[in-house]
């Protein structure tokens, strides 16, 4: 999972917004977060161990400025690799 430069901040946003209204929900219900059903419960763990200072960041512009010149473009942080358009 690569997040664009630019929306990083948004992205974190996201996650903490979605945690705090998940805690709050679960407070006015009286139960913890561990107590959420299965599929929930295991989303907000796993948003919970989220490293929101480091998260893997693509900058598209310096993927683009990196191109190769055989056809391809590197892309940092990223196993996708596609053929020059013609």
């Known amino acids: 999972m690569d997040i664009a430069a630019e929306r990083v901040e948004e992205f974190r946003q996201q996650v903490r917004a979605t945690l705090k209204a998940t805690e709050q929900l ?5 139960m913890m977060p561990a107590q959420l059903p299965t599929p929930s419960r295991k ?4 948003l919970k161990q989220l490293d929101l200072m480091h998260l893997p960041i ?3 512009v ?10 391809f473009v590197n892309l940092p942080n990223s196993m996708e690799i596609r053929p020059k358009r013609k």
């Open 26 to 30: 679960c407070a006015s219900a009286r």
């Open 43 to 46: 989303a907000y763990a796993f």
């Open 58 to 60: 693509i900058n598209k």
């Open 62 to 71: 310096a993927a683009i400025k990196s191109h190769t010149g055989s056809g």
